[in-house]
């Protein structure tokens, strides 16, 4: 017995989370997703996970490249958090020139506004449910200049409040 889809859809609303944009780049092509479920694994070695849904047009490209950017948006950018999310059918060429991009490590696009970027190659993932999870080992971070962090919560963008 578990809880239903709706009610855990309704909790997890309640549990503010940064707002990323997810990219990658390399044989298989450029392309990005926004994502709210990314997080802290290990420090030893540095290593994140980032929920992917697998039936989403850019699982196959994330797959074949193994890298990834987790680029965390500041407040501000909710405009690009939308676009990334899908909303407004933009094609991802088009999605890209909406910011301005450079990379660190692995090529993949690191968001030159952004708060912070992992630079991360995919080390392992595991299918669950309708998504995969991906583990990716971070071997590159830059502090970016975006300010204070954009935060998911209750279904809408929230800045962070510095006490």
Same mark, same amino acid.
């Given at each position: 017995?578990?809880?239903?889809?709706?009610?855990?859809?309704?909790?997890?609303?309640?549990?503010?989370?940064? !707002?990323?944009?997810?990219?990658? @780049?390399?044989?298989?092509?450029?392309?990005?997703? #926004? &994502? *709210?479920?990314?997080?802290? +694994? =290990?420090?030893?070695?540095?290593?994140?996970?980032?929920?992917?849904?697998?039936?989403?047009?850019?699982?196959?490209?994330?797959?074949?490249?193994?890298?990834?950017?987790?680029?965390?948006?500041?407040?501000?950018?909710?405009?690009?958090?939308? !676009?990334?999310?899908?909303?407004? @059918?933009?094609?991802?060429?088009?999605?890209?020139? #909406? &910011? *301005?991009?450079?990379?660190? +490590? =692995?090529?993949?696009?690191?968001?030159?506004?952004?708060?912070?970027?992992?630079?991360?190659?995919?080390?392992?993932?595991?299918?669950?449910?309708?998504?995969?999870?991906?583990?990716?080992?971070?071997?590159?971070?830059?502090?970016?200049?975006?300010?204070?962090?954009?935060?998911?919560?209750?279904?809408?963008?929230?800045?962070?409040?510095? &006490?």
């Amino acid at each position: 017995m578990h809880a239903s889809r709706q009610d855990f859809r309704d909790a997890m609303a309640r549990l503010g989370a940064a !707002v990323n944009i997810v990219t990658t @780049d390399g044989p298989a092509g450029r392309a990005g997703f #926004t &994502a *709210s479920a990314v997080c802290s +694994v =290990t420090d030893d070695p540095p290593t994140l996970l980032v929920c992917m849904r697998r039936g989403s047009s850019t699982s196959a490209i994330f797959d074949a490249n193994r890298v990834l950017c987790v680029n965390t948006l500041a407040v501000g950018q909710q405009a690009l958090s939308s !676009v990334f999310a899908g909303f407004g @059918d933009v094609a991802m060429a088009e999605r890209f020139a #909406t &910011a *301005s991009w450079s990379t660190l +490590v =692995t090529g993949a696009p690191a968001l030159d506004s952004d708060v912070v970027s992992f630079d991360c190659r995919i080390v392992d993932s595991v299918d669950k449910g309708t998504h995969s999870v991906l583990f990716a080992e971070v071997v590159a971070v830059r502090a970016g200049t975006g300010g204070r962090a954009l935060i998911y919560w209750q279904r809408d963008y929230h800045g962070l409040q510095v &006490a």
